[in-house]
């Protein structure tokens, strides 16, 4: 993997040390500068868990993607950098108050100074920042607050804090875990009638003062506390916003 393409591409250029401080950083440059989607599902474009065709996607064509390839690819990413890190499997909460399957989610824990922190870059609209492996603690980055939780003796649980309360976001394990592992269940998102991948294309990315995004044919902008939608009524509208807001050329 060409890590300097790689940082070029999340317009990262300051130090290369394997400390919080870095891991911070490649985190919120990673988030601001590619976003979570969906699209090659709904283009009935399969995705593979290989790192050269994902590299290809993200770096070469400046293309985004969902869990298995954000945070597959972070991952990479972070061991060239000389992290000591590992690949978990999360399981997200739905609606039904229910957690997905094993592999549900990929998300990765980084070990700096003999303390574990969980690093995600894919999941959309989630913590810009590392979250420390300590329990019970409020924890804050520039928008939101998160707290880590003991779920049963295997999982700790991620929460967000929205209204005071604490909202579940996705349980995971510390077992390492290798790429394939995470096959099945990447098919499974990409074909699956109960996967909300399938039901509505979605591309995602924060902005400055907010985020963009667009669900469907629904062309939603949040900056500070407003919050406009636009219906897209065509294919060329949707490839002038893919160009025009997230710098993708299909």
Request: net charge negative; with cysteine.
């Amino acid at each position: 993997m060409d890590k300097e393409k790689y940082l070029h591409r999340i317009k990262y250029s300051g130090s290369r040390e394997p400390n919080l401080g870095v891991l911070k950083e490649l985190q919120k440059c990673h988030l601001v500068n590619v976003p979570f989607e969906n699209l090659d599902i709904h283009d009935n474009i399969p995705i593979e868990l290989s790192t050269e065709r994902i590299f290809d996607k993200i770096v070469n064509r400046n293309r985004g993607g969902f869990c298995y390839e954000l945070n597959g690819l972070f991952y990479e990413l972070l061991v060239a950098l000389n992290f000591d890190v590992k690949r978990v499997s999360a399981r997200v909460y739905d609606q039904n108050g229910s957690y997905g399957k094993e592999f549900d989610h990929l998300a990765i824990i980084v070990s700096i100074n003999n303390t574990e922190y969980l690093s995600d870059v894919g999941f959309g609209d989630f913590t810009f920042e590392p979250l420390r492996l300590e329990m019970n603690k409020l924890q804050k980055d520039e928008r939101e607050e998160y707290v880590i939780d003991k779920w049963d003796d295997m999982y700790f649980r991620v929460n967000k804090i929205k209204n005071a309360q604490p909202q579940p976001v996705y349980i995971f394990s510390l077992i390492g875990r290798e790429f394939r592992e995470f096959k099945e269940m990447c098919v499974y998102h990409q074909t699956s009638p109960e996967s909300h991948f399938t039901s509505k294309r979605l591309i995602s990315l924060p902005t400055e003062n907010g985020r963009i995004t667009i669900t469907g044919n629904q062309l939603k902008i949040t900056e500070l506390e407003f919050t406009t939608e636009t219906e897209i009524k065509s294919e060329l509208e949707f490839d002038t916003y893919l160009l025009n807001s997230f710098n993708i050329e299909k």
